[in-house]
Protein backbone atom coordinates (compact mmCIF):
# COMPACT_ATOMS: atom_id res chain seq x y z
CA UNK A 1 0.00 0.00 0.00
CA UNK A 2 2.96 2.43 0.49
CA UNK A 3 3.97 2.13 -2.99
CA UNK A 4 0.68 4.84 -3.17
CA UNK A 5 3.40 7.64 -2.56
CA UNK A 6 4.78 6.81 -5.50
CA UNK A 7 2.13 7.14 -8.05
CA UNK A 8 1.54 11.09 -7.70
CA UNK A 9 4.85 11.62 -9.42
CA UNK A 10 4.30 7.89 -11.82
CA UNK A 11 0.80 9.04 -13.40
CA UNK A 12 1.54 12.25 -14.42
CA UNK A 13 4.89 11.36 -16.00
CA UNK A 14 3.44 8.36 -18.15
CA UNK A 15 0.12 10.28 -18.59
CA UNK A 16 2.94 13.00 -20.28
CA UNK A 17 5.01 10.51 -22.43
CA UNK A 18 1.72 9.15 -24.23
CA UNK A 19 1.10 12.23 -24.99
CA UNK A 20 3.96 13.13 -26.46
CA UNK A 21 4.41 10.00 -28.22
CA UNK A 22 0.59 10.09 -29.45
CA UNK A 23 -0.60 11.66 -33.02
CA UNK A 24 -1.66 15.20 -31.89
CA UNK A 25 -5.29 15.52 -30.40
CA UNK A 26 -6.44 18.27 -28.41
CA UNK A 27 -9.35 15.44 -26.90
CA UNK A 28 -7.36 12.98 -26.53
CA UNK A 29 -4.78 15.38 -24.02
CA UNK A 30 -7.90 16.60 -22.71
CA UNK A 31 -8.86 13.46 -21.30
CA UNK A 32 -5.63 12.19 -20.65
CA UNK A 33 -4.40 15.09 -18.58
CA UNK A 34 -7.62 15.68 -16.58
CA UNK A 35 -8.07 11.52 -15.93
CA UNK A 36 -4.48 11.29 -14.65
CA UNK A 37 -4.74 14.28 -12.89
CA UNK A 38 -8.34 13.05 -11.51
CA UNK A 39 -6.48 9.83 -10.57
CA UNK A 40 -3.62 12.12 -8.57
CA UNK A 41 -6.14 13.18 -6.77
CA UNK A 42 -7.67 10.02 -5.55
CA UNK A 43 -4.60 8.87 -4.45
CA UNK A 44 -3.39 12.29 -2.60
CA UNK A 45 -7.08 11.75 -0.87
CA UNK A 46 -6.16 8.52 -0.08
CA UNK A 47 -2.49 9.18 1.41
CA UNK A 48 -4.30 12.17 3.54
CA UNK A 49 -6.68 9.54 5.43
CA UNK A 50 -3.82 7.12 6.34
CA UNK A 51 -1.68 9.99 7.49
CA UNK A 52 -4.07 11.78 9.55
CA UNK A 53 -4.02 8.66 11.85
CA UNK A 54 -0.59 9.31 12.29
CA UNK A 55 0.92 6.70 10.20
CA UNK A 56 4.08 7.84 8.00
CA UNK A 57 3.69 6.06 4.92
CA UNK A 58 7.56 6.12 3.31
CA UNK A 59 8.60 4.17 0.27
CA UNK A 60 12.55 3.35 -0.69
CA UNK A 61 12.93 3.61 -4.22
CA UNK A 62 14.60 0.86 -6.17
CA UNK A 63 15.43 -1.31 -3.60
CA UNK A 64 18.60 0.36 -2.38
CA UNK A 65 19.40 0.28 1.37
CA UNK A 66 18.60 3.00 3.64
CA UNK A 67 21.65 6.01 3.04
CA UNK A 68 21.62 5.13 -0.24
CA UNK A 69 17.68 4.47 -1.85
CA UNK A 70 15.92 7.52 -2.45
CA UNK A 71 12.94 7.93 0.32
CA UNK A 72 9.74 9.49 -0.62
CA UNK A 73 7.41 9.61 2.50
CA UNK A 74 4.60 11.88 3.38
CA UNK A 75 2.88 13.13 6.77
CA UNK A 76 -0.25 14.90 7.07
CA UNK A 77 1.39 18.34 6.02
CA UNK A 78 2.76 16.76 2.92
CA UNK A 79 -0.50 15.03 1.97
CA UNK A 80 -2.51 18.07 2.57
CA UNK A 81 -0.62 20.05 0.57
CA UNK A 82 -0.07 17.26 -2.17
CA UNK A 83 -3.94 16.87 -2.51
CA UNK A 84 -4.14 20.93 -2.75
CA UNK A 85 -1.86 21.25 -5.41
CA UNK A 86 -3.50 18.28 -7.38
CA UNK A 87 -6.81 19.75 -7.12
CA UNK A 88 -5.84 22.99 -8.70
CA UNK A 89 -3.81 20.83 -11.63
CA UNK A 90 -6.54 19.55 -12.30
CA UNK A 91 -8.94 22.75 -12.26
CA UNK A 92 -6.64 24.12 -14.30
CA UNK A 93 -6.91 21.80 -17.10
CA UNK A 94 -10.43 22.51 -17.01
CA UNK A 95 -10.21 26.10 -17.22
CA UNK A 96 -7.59 25.99 -19.69
CA UNK A 97 -10.30 24.85 -22.05
CA UNK A 98 -12.14 27.63 -21.77
CA UNK A 99 -9.24 30.12 -22.47
CA UNK A 100 -8.13 27.92 -25.01
CA UNK A 101 -4.38 27.42 -23.65
CA UNK A 102 -4.64 23.60 -23.87
CA UNK A 103 -4.67 23.88 -28.01
CA UNK A 104 -1.39 23.65 -27.46
CA UNK A 105 0.25 20.62 -28.42
CA UNK A 106 2.74 20.85 -25.62
CA UNK A 107 0.97 22.19 -22.89
CA UNK A 108 -0.34 19.51 -21.11
CA UNK A 109 1.92 17.46 -21.15
CA UNK A 110 3.88 19.94 -19.52
CA UNK A 111 1.51 20.66 -17.19
CA UNK A 112 1.60 17.23 -16.31
CA UNK A 113 5.75 17.12 -15.82
CA UNK A 114 5.34 20.19 -13.64
CA UNK A 115 2.70 18.09 -11.55
CA UNK A 116 4.81 15.00 -11.18
CA UNK A 117 7.80 17.76 -9.92
CA UNK A 118 5.66 19.38 -7.43
CA UNK A 119 4.21 15.64 -5.63
CA UNK A 120 7.93 14.18 -5.55
CA UNK A 121 8.81 17.84 -4.07
CA UNK A 122 6.32 17.16 -1.16
CA UNK A 123 7.43 13.96 -0.53
CA UNK A 124 10.61 13.64 -1.03
CA UNK A 125 12.82 13.08 2.45
CA UNK A 126 16.69 13.44 0.34
CA UNK A 127 18.05 17.72 0.14
CA UNK A 128 19.31 16.94 -3.09
CA UNK A 129 16.35 15.20 -4.70
CA UNK A 130 14.22 17.97 -3.55
CA UNK A 131 16.83 20.17 -6.04
CA UNK A 132 15.81 17.65 -8.25
CA UNK A 133 12.30 17.77 -8.21
CA UNK A 134 12.17 21.57 -8.08
CA UNK A 135 14.28 21.61 -11.25
CA UNK A 136 11.60 18.92 -12.63
CA UNK A 137 8.63 22.09 -11.89
CA UNK A 138 10.81 24.71 -12.75
CA UNK A 139 12.18 23.35 -16.39
CA UNK A 140 8.94 22.80 -18.07
CA UNK A 141 7.04 26.76 -16.10
CA UNK A 142 9.68 27.92 -18.07
CA UNK A 143 8.20 26.82 -20.89
CA UNK A 144 4.54 27.21 -20.39
CA UNK A 145 5.40 30.82 -19.51
CA UNK A 146 6.47 31.88 -23.08
CA UNK A 147 4.00 30.17 -25.14
CA UNK A 148 2.33 33.04 -26.04
CA UNK A 149 4.75 35.22 -28.70
CA UNK A 150 4.05 38.41 -26.83
CA UNK A 151 7.42 40.47 -26.60
CA UNK A 152 6.58 41.00 -22.83
CA UNK A 153 5.76 37.49 -21.64
CA UNK A 154 9.92 37.13 -22.99
CA UNK A 155 10.76 39.68 -21.09
CA UNK A 156 9.21 38.37 -17.98
CA UNK A 157 10.01 35.33 -18.57
CA UNK A 158 13.94 36.24 -18.17
CA UNK A 159 13.35 37.50 -15.17
CA UNK A 160 11.20 34.18 -13.85
CA UNK A 161 14.43 31.83 -15.09
CA UNK A 162 16.83 34.25 -14.45
CA UNK A 163 16.20 34.99 -10.20
CA UNK A 164 15.39 30.95 -10.55
CA UNK A 165 17.97 29.81 -11.55
CA UNK A 166 19.97 31.78 -8.64
CA UNK A 167 17.74 30.59 -6.10
CA UNK A 168 18.73 27.15 -7.14
CA UNK A 169 22.14 27.61 -7.27
CA UNK A 170 22.39 29.03 -4.19
CA UNK A 171 19.89 26.20 -2.69
CA UNK A 172 22.19 23.28 -4.61
CA UNK A 173 25.34 25.60 -2.81
CA UNK A 174 23.69 25.03 0.68
CA UNK A 175 23.18 21.37 0.15
CA UNK A 176 27.06 20.96 -0.57
CA UNK A 177 28.13 23.26 2.24
CA UNK A 178 25.66 20.75 5.03
CA UNK A 179 27.07 17.45 3.04
CA UNK A 180 30.63 18.38 3.64
CA UNK A 181 29.48 19.56 6.96
CA UNK A 182 27.23 16.21 8.05
CA UNK A 183 28.02 13.81 5.19
CA UNK A 184 24.74 13.28 4.06
CA UNK A 185 22.08 14.86 3.07
CA UNK A 186 19.26 12.53 3.78
CA UNK A 187 16.52 14.62 5.97
CA UNK A 188 16.15 12.24 8.46
CA UNK A 189 19.52 11.80 9.43
CA UNK A 190 19.91 15.93 9.54
CA UNK A 191 17.36 16.50 11.89
CA UNK A 192 18.46 19.38 14.97
CA UNK A 193 21.33 19.86 13.37
CA UNK A 194 21.85 23.29 12.46
CA UNK A 195 21.35 23.50 16.68
CA UNK A 196 24.39 22.02 17.18
CA UNK A 197 26.98 23.30 14.94
CA UNK A 198 27.06 26.50 13.35
CA UNK A 199 28.78 25.41 9.98
CA UNK A 200 25.64 23.63 9.85
CA UNK A 201 23.12 26.22 10.75
CA UNK A 202 25.08 28.45 8.07
CA UNK A 203 24.32 25.72 5.31
CA UNK A 204 20.79 25.50 6.40
CA UNK A 205 20.15 29.32 6.58
CA UNK A 206 21.38 29.07 3.02
CA UNK A 207 18.36 26.99 2.07
CA UNK A 208 16.07 28.88 3.54
CA UNK A 209 16.95 31.71 1.68
CA UNK A 210 16.46 29.76 -1.36
CA UNK A 211 13.38 29.01 -0.64
CA UNK A 212 12.57 32.20 0.35
CA UNK A 213 13.37 33.39 -3.03
CA UNK A 214 11.55 30.63 -4.52
CA UNK A 215 8.06 31.87 -2.34
CA UNK A 216 8.24 35.42 -3.33
CA UNK A 217 9.18 36.06 0.53
CA UNK A 218 10.14 39.99 0.55
CA UNK A 219 12.33 41.70 -0.05
CA UNK A 220 13.22 38.85 -2.28
CA UNK A 221 9.85 38.97 -3.93
CA UNK A 222 9.98 41.47 -6.49
CA UNK A 223 10.33 38.88 -9.75
CA UNK A 224 6.93 37.08 -8.95
CA UNK A 225 4.44 40.64 -10.33
CA UNK A 226 7.21 40.72 -13.30
CA UNK A 227 6.77 37.28 -14.15
CA UNK A 228 3.07 35.86 -13.37
CA UNK A 229 1.43 39.15 -14.69
CA UNK A 230 2.87 38.28 -17.97
CA UNK A 231 1.68 34.55 -18.55
CA UNK A 232 -1.59 32.99 -19.95
CA UNK A 233 -4.75 33.27 -17.64
CA UNK A 234 -4.48 28.97 -17.00
CA UNK A 235 -0.54 29.27 -16.69
CA UNK A 236 -0.86 31.91 -13.89
CA UNK A 237 -3.51 30.07 -12.42
CA UNK A 238 -1.59 27.23 -12.12
CA UNK A 239 1.88 28.81 -11.22
CA UNK A 240 -0.15 30.62 -8.15
CA UNK A 241 -1.24 27.12 -7.17
CA UNK A 242 1.83 25.18 -7.79
CA UNK A 243 5.50 27.05 -7.68
CA UNK A 244 5.53 29.67 -4.43
CA UNK A 245 3.87 26.74 -2.60
CA UNK A 246 6.61 24.37 -2.91
CA UNK A 247 8.83 27.31 -1.54
CA UNK A 248 6.75 27.52 1.41
CA UNK A 249 6.35 23.69 1.91
CA UNK A 250 9.85 23.73 1.91
CA UNK A 251 10.64 26.73 3.98
CA UNK A 252 7.91 24.31 6.79
CA UNK A 253 9.57 20.94 6.77
CA UNK A 254 13.17 22.19 6.65
CA UNK A 255 12.70 24.61 9.64
CA UNK A 256 11.05 21.89 11.18
CA UNK A 257 13.82 19.20 10.59
CA UNK A 258 17.05 20.92 10.63
CA UNK A 259 16.48 23.89 13.24
CA UNK A 260 14.15 21.28 15.18
CA UNK A 261 11.70 25.01 14.98
CA UNK A 262 14.67 26.27 17.67
CA UNK A 263 12.96 29.67 19.12
CA UNK A 264 15.85 32.14 18.59
CA UNK A 265 15.50 32.70 15.17
CA UNK A 266 11.42 33.01 15.06
CA UNK A 267 11.92 36.69 15.35
CA UNK A 268 13.77 37.12 12.32
CA UNK A 269 10.78 34.91 10.69
CA UNK A 270 7.84 37.14 11.84
CA UNK A 271 9.41 40.40 10.91
CA UNK A 272 9.76 38.67 7.40
CA UNK A 273 5.98 37.65 7.26
CA UNK A 274 4.88 40.97 8.31
CA UNK A 275 6.79 43.01 6.19
CA UNK A 276 6.11 40.97 2.75
CA UNK A 277 2.47 41.45 4.32
CA UNK A 278 2.70 44.81 4.33
CA UNK A 279 4.53 45.33 1.07
CA UNK A 280 2.44 42.87 -0.23
CA UNK A 281 -0.91 44.54 0.19
CA UNK A 282 0.22 47.99 -0.40
CA UNK A 283 1.52 46.92 -3.89
CA UNK A 284 -1.88 45.70 -4.40
CA UNK A 285 -3.08 49.06 -3.49
CA UNK A 286 -1.46 50.90 -6.15
CA UNK A 287 -2.04 48.80 -9.17
CA UNK A 288 -4.08 49.45 -11.82
CA UNK A 289 -5.19 46.29 -13.29
CA UNK A 290 -6.80 42.74 -12.13
CA UNK A 291 -3.44 40.33 -12.49
CA UNK A 292 -0.98 43.20 -11.15
CA UNK A 293 -3.71 43.67 -7.68
CA UNK A 294 -3.66 39.65 -7.43
CA UNK A 295 -0.19 38.85 -8.00
CA UNK A 296 0.95 41.36 -5.18
CA UNK A 297 -1.99 39.70 -2.68
CA UNK A 298 -0.26 36.78 -3.66
CA UNK A 299 2.89 38.15 -1.76
CA UNK A 300 0.67 38.93 0.76
CA UNK A 301 -1.20 36.24 1.63
CA UNK A 302 2.60 34.39 2.10
CA UNK A 303 3.53 36.87 4.92
CA UNK A 304 -0.09 35.26 6.02
CA UNK A 305 1.32 31.45 5.82
CA UNK A 306 4.87 32.64 7.41
CA UNK A 307 3.27 33.74 10.49
CA UNK A 308 2.44 30.46 11.55
CA UNK A 309 6.00 29.29 10.87
CA UNK A 310 7.36 32.36 12.70
CA UNK A 311 4.86 31.47 15.74
CA UNK A 312 6.31 27.48 15.13
CA UNK A 313 3.96 26.68 17.78
CA UNK A 314 1.15 23.74 17.03
CA UNK A 315 -1.75 26.40 17.01
CA UNK A 316 0.37 28.48 14.86
CA UNK A 317 1.46 25.70 12.55
CA UNK A 318 -1.79 24.33 11.95
CA UNK A 319 -3.27 27.71 11.57
CA UNK A 320 -0.93 28.65 8.81
CA UNK A 321 -1.83 25.14 7.72
CA UNK A 322 -5.76 25.85 7.14
CA UNK A 323 -4.81 29.55 5.71
CA UNK A 324 -2.40 27.52 2.99
CA UNK A 325 -5.04 25.80 1.98
CA UNK A 326 -8.00 28.32 1.83
CA UNK A 327 -5.63 30.86 0.97
CA UNK A 328 -4.52 28.64 -2.56
CA UNK A 329 -7.84 28.12 -3.90
CA UNK A 330 -9.43 31.03 -3.28
CA UNK A 331 -6.65 33.07 -4.95
CA UNK A 332 -7.02 30.49 -7.78
CA UNK A 333 -10.39 31.48 -8.02
CA UNK A 334 -9.78 35.22 -8.41
CA UNK A 335 -7.10 34.61 -10.84
CA UNK A 336 -9.59 32.66 -13.17
CA UNK A 337 -12.06 35.45 -13.20
CA UNK A 338 -9.43 37.94 -14.37
CA UNK A 339 -8.58 35.35 -17.04
CA UNK A 340 -12.04 35.41 -17.85
CA UNK A 341 -12.37 38.92 -18.19
CA UNK A 342 -9.12 39.36 -19.94
CA UNK A 343 -10.10 36.02 -22.43
CA UNK A 344 -13.81 37.90 -23.01
CA UNK A 345 -12.86 41.39 -23.47
CA UNK A 346 -9.18 41.57 -23.97
CA UNK A 347 -7.87 43.53 -20.86
CA UNK A 348 -8.00 43.32 -17.27
CA UNK A 349 -6.97 47.21 -16.73
CA UNK A 350 -9.30 48.55 -14.60
CA UNK A 351 -9.55 52.24 -16.52
CA UNK A 352 -10.39 50.15 -20.03
CA UNK A 353 -13.04 48.10 -18.72
CA UNK A 354 -14.95 50.59 -17.01
CA UNK A 355 -16.83 48.72 -14.45
CA UNK A 356 -20.93 47.41 -15.35
CA UNK A 357 -19.74 44.02 -16.27
CA UNK A 358 -22.09 43.02 -13.51
CA UNK A 359 -24.93 43.35 -15.74
CA UNK A 360 -23.33 40.66 -18.62
CA UNK A 361 -21.66 38.22 -16.18
CA UNK A 362 -23.08 37.52 -13.42
CA UNK A 363 -21.42 34.24 -12.70
CA UNK A 364 -18.24 35.57 -12.65
CA UNK A 365 -19.47 38.42 -10.65
CA UNK A 366 -20.78 35.80 -8.15
CA UNK A 367 -17.38 33.78 -8.37
CA UNK A 368 -15.50 37.24 -7.79
CA UNK A 369 -17.91 38.16 -4.85
CA UNK A 370 -17.60 34.79 -2.89
CA UNK A 371 -13.80 34.73 -3.65
CA UNK A 372 -12.70 38.25 -2.60
CA UNK A 373 -14.80 38.41 0.42
CA UNK A 374 -12.95 35.07 1.84
CA UNK A 375 -9.49 36.66 0.52
CA UNK A 376 -10.29 39.70 2.99
CA UNK A 377 -11.61 37.53 5.83
CA UNK A 378 -15.00 38.47 6.36
CA UNK A 379 -17.47 35.49 7.85
CA UNK A 380 -18.99 33.36 7.08
CA UNK A 381 -15.90 32.35 4.41
CA UNK A 382 -12.91 30.09 5.07
CA UNK A 383 -11.08 33.34 5.44
CA UNK A 384 -12.60 34.32 8.26
CA UNK A 385 -11.61 31.15 9.88
CA UNK A 386 -8.25 31.02 8.23
CA UNK A 387 -7.72 34.66 9.78
CA UNK A 388 -9.56 34.19 13.31
CA UNK A 389 -6.75 31.00 13.81
CA UNK A 390 -4.07 32.52 12.69
CA UNK A 391 -5.37 35.73 15.10
CA UNK A 392 -5.69 33.82 17.50
CA UNK A 393 -2.63 31.54 17.64
CA UNK A 394 -0.43 35.05 17.31
CA UNK A 395 -2.56 36.55 20.04
CA UNK A 396 -1.50 33.69 22.24
CA UNK A 397 2.25 33.36 21.53
CA UNK A 398 3.26 35.77 19.15
CA UNK A 399 4.10 39.58 19.85
CA UNK A 400 1.48 42.15 20.14
CA UNK A 401 2.78 43.69 16.26
CA UNK A 402 2.08 40.58 14.52
CA UNK A 403 -1.57 40.75 15.55
CA UNK A 404 -1.81 44.10 15.18
CA UNK A 405 -0.69 43.70 11.37
CA UNK A 406 -2.70 40.50 11.27
CA UNK A 407 -6.19 42.74 11.24
CA UNK A 408 -4.63 46.10 9.24
CA UNK A 409 -3.73 44.05 6.21
CA UNK A 410 -6.54 43.05 6.50
CA UNK A 411 -8.62 46.02 6.37
CA UNK A 412 -5.99 47.26 3.67
CA UNK A 413 -6.99 44.31 1.34
CA UNK A 414 -10.65 45.22 1.81
CA UNK A 415 -9.79 48.07 -0.13
CA UNK A 416 -8.12 46.55 -3.31
CA UNK A 417 -10.78 44.02 -3.56
CA UNK A 418 -13.69 47.41 -3.27
CA UNK A 419 -11.15 49.02 -6.29
CA UNK A 420 -11.22 45.56 -8.63
CA UNK A 421 -14.91 45.00 -7.84
CA UNK A 422 -15.79 48.75 -8.97
CA UNK A 423 -13.93 48.80 -11.99
CA UNK A 424 -14.88 45.17 -13.15
CA UNK A 425 -18.28 44.56 -11.90
CA UNK A 426 -19.91 47.55 -10.64
CA UNK A 427 -21.47 50.35 -12.21
CA UNK A 428 -23.33 50.89 -15.53
CA UNK A 429 -23.28 48.54 -17.84
CA UNK A 430 -20.15 48.65 -19.59
CA UNK A 431 -19.00 50.12 -22.75
CA UNK A 432 -16.79 47.73 -24.08
CA UNK A 433 -17.63 45.58 -26.97
CA UNK A 434 -19.94 42.74 -25.87
CA UNK A 435 -18.51 39.32 -26.96
CA UNK A 436 -20.52 37.32 -29.64
CA UNK A 437 -20.75 34.35 -27.04
CA UNK A 438 -21.58 33.67 -23.55
CA UNK A 439 -18.88 32.18 -21.33
CA UNK A 440 -18.39 28.45 -21.62
CA UNK A 441 -19.08 26.20 -17.99
CA UNK A 442 -15.59 25.42 -18.33
CA UNK A 443 -14.20 28.79 -17.65
CA UNK A 444 -17.00 30.06 -15.32
CA UNK A 445 -17.65 26.93 -13.55
CA UNK A 446 -14.05 26.92 -11.69
CA UNK A 447 -13.84 29.92 -10.46
CA UNK A 448 -17.64 29.29 -9.62
CA UNK A 449 -16.52 25.99 -7.75
CA UNK A 450 -14.23 27.56 -5.86
CA UNK A 451 -16.00 30.48 -4.66
CA UNK A 452 -18.31 27.88 -3.54
CA UNK A 453 -15.82 25.56 -1.54
CA UNK A 454 -14.65 28.73 0.25
CA UNK A 455 -18.45 29.48 1.70
CA UNK A 456 -18.41 25.35 2.51
CA UNK A 457 -15.15 25.57 4.51
CA UNK A 458 -16.13 28.56 6.32
CA UNK A 459 -19.09 27.16 7.73
CA UNK A 460 -18.04 23.53 7.83
CA UNK A 461 -14.78 24.19 8.56
CA UNK A 462 -14.29 21.01 10.89
CA UNK A 463 -12.78 18.25 8.76
CA UNK A 464 -9.67 20.90 7.44
CA UNK A 465 -9.78 22.28 10.71
CA UNK A 466 -8.81 18.84 11.96
CA UNK A 467 -6.79 18.10 9.22
CA UNK A 468 -4.92 21.43 9.95
CA UNK A 469 -4.30 20.72 13.46
CA UNK A 470 -3.08 17.11 13.30
CA UNK A 471 -0.49 18.48 10.54
CA UNK A 472 0.53 21.48 12.88
CA UNK A 473 1.20 19.01 15.53
CA UNK A 474 3.28 16.92 13.17
CA UNK A 475 5.42 19.79 12.30
CA UNK A 476 5.81 21.14 15.57
CA UNK A 477 6.87 17.63 16.49
CA UNK A 478 8.86 15.76 13.54
CA UNK A 479 9.96 12.99 15.61
CA UNK A 480 7.35 10.78 13.91
CA UNK A 481 8.07 11.80 10.53
CA UNK A 482 11.67 11.38 11.22
CA UNK A 483 11.97 7.89 12.66
CA UNK A 484 10.00 6.65 10.00
CA UNK A 485 12.12 8.06 7.28
CA UNK A 486 15.46 6.88 8.81
CA UNK A 487 14.60 3.31 9.45
Known amino acids: MNALVIAPIALPLVAAAVL ?57 FGALVLLLTAAVTLL ?7 TGEDRERTFTPLVLVMSAGVSGALSTADLFNLFVFVEVVLIPSYVLLTLAPRRQRIAGARL ?18 LYGVTGTVQLGQLAGVATASAPAALAATLLLVAMGIKSAVVPLHSWLPGSYSVAGPAVTVLFSGLLTKIGLYALFRLYSVLFDGDPRFLWVLLVVAVLTMVVGVLSAVGATAVRPVLTAHMVSQIGYVLVGLGLSTAAGLGAATFFLVQYVLVK ?40 ALALVGIPPTSGFVAKLQLATAAAADGPWWVLVAVVAVSAVTMVSMLKLWNG ?48 GQQLADPSAWVAAVTR
Open 424 to 471: VFWGEPSSLPAPARGASATLVGPPLLLAAVALVLGIWAEPLLAASTIA
Open 160 to 177: YVGVNLLASTLFLGGIGL
Open 92 to 98: GLVYAIG
Open 332 to 371: AALFMVGGAVEVRYGTDVLARVGGGLVHRERWLAVAFAGS
Open 20 to 76: LLAPRSTTLARVVGIGATALVVLAAAVLLARTLTGEVPVVQVGGWPAGIAIVLALDA
